[in-house]
């Protein structure tokens, strides 16, 4: 039975469901909530983790959350998160949440067991032109209708009902929130300039035509991490979002991804 958790002195509410002595953290995308992650954990057999996601500051259930909206505001929401847990943690993060789970990641050593990482957005950034980052910066001025066109069309596969339940979502975030985030997502992080300072294993999961994270995208990203502990697996059939159009295809990688690899890794660190 899934239970809400507030986090002390903030308005952070997360989710947790399921029991173990690990956790599987889940940090959603540019517009999203919490809930589009619904679909993948149903999917997810590993009854020794418990499942954890959340809302964003200035997204889902925080429209109304205060800025800044920075990847180190979005970072703080995890760190946050990930200490009330108080438990060795896988992180999952999709699109612009890929450069704050691994940033999470890295400064968590003692607990953080792997990064899994959907269509993620570069740590440098997309460095989109001006002309395609304004269709971005704009998409809070557009109404459910008009998110729903843009949704189906990044993620044809994604079922109706969860195209409209996320657009509504979409449409519900303030435009001078999403016009920050586009930018800061498009410009990217200081960090990136640095490989990365999580060692751990890595599993990266494009989806096989998203038209925004291509195969030399993926490439730049996976280069980051530890080549011998990095894995990347295209989901077929898939857009941008690849846990709502192919749920059960991801959860398969992500449950191969915790037999594999975190086990042992995490008597070792832990037991």
């Known amino acids: ?13 997360f989710r947790r469901g399921g029991a173990g002595d690990r956790a599987i953290v889940f940090v959603h995308g540019f517009l999203d909530d919490q809930y589009v992650w619904s679909p993948l954990i149903a999917e997810l057999t590993g009854s020794e983790y418990e499942t954890v996601h959340f809302d964003l500051a200035g997204f889902g259930d925080r429209t109304q959350a ?18 009330v847990v108080d438990k060795p943690f896988v992180v999952v993060g999709h699109s ?5 789970v691994e940033l999470v990641a890295a400064a968590r050593p003692d607990r953080a067991l792997g990064l899994v990482l959907l269509s993620p957005i570069p740590m440098a950034g997309t460095r989109l032109p001006d002309e395609a980052i304004e269709s971005f910066r704009s998409l809070g001025e557009l109404g459910t209708q008009d998110h729903e066109a843009a949704r189906r069309q990044a993620a044809p596969s994604a079922p109706q009902a969860e195209v409209e339940r996320i657009a509504a979502v979409a449409a519900k975030a303030r435009p001078e929130v999403v016009r920050t985030v586009a930018d800061m997502w498009n410009n990217g992080y200081a960090a990136a300039a640095r490989p990365s300072g999580f060692s ?11 038209q925004l994270i291509t195969a030399g995208v993926v490439a730049g990203i996976a280069a980051r991490f530890d080549a011998a502990k990095t ?23 992500v449950n191969r991804f915790l037999a594999d690899n975190l086990t042992t890794l995490a008597v070792g660190k832990h037991g």
């Open 1 to 13: 039975m899934a239970s809400s958790v507030t986090v002390p002195n903030s308005d952070i509410v």
């Open 231 to 253: 894995t990347v697996t295209e989901i077929e059939k898939a857009g941008h979002w690849p846990h709502l159009e192919r749920p059960s295809a991801v959860a398969a990688e």
């Open 96 to 100: 612009m949440a890929a450069p704050v």
């Open 200 to 210: 751990g294993p890595v599993l990266v999961l494009p989806g096989a035509d998203d």
């Open 66 to 83: 205060p800025g800044p909206f920075t990847f180190d505001r979005f970072a703080a929401d995890l760190f946050a998160v990930v200490d």
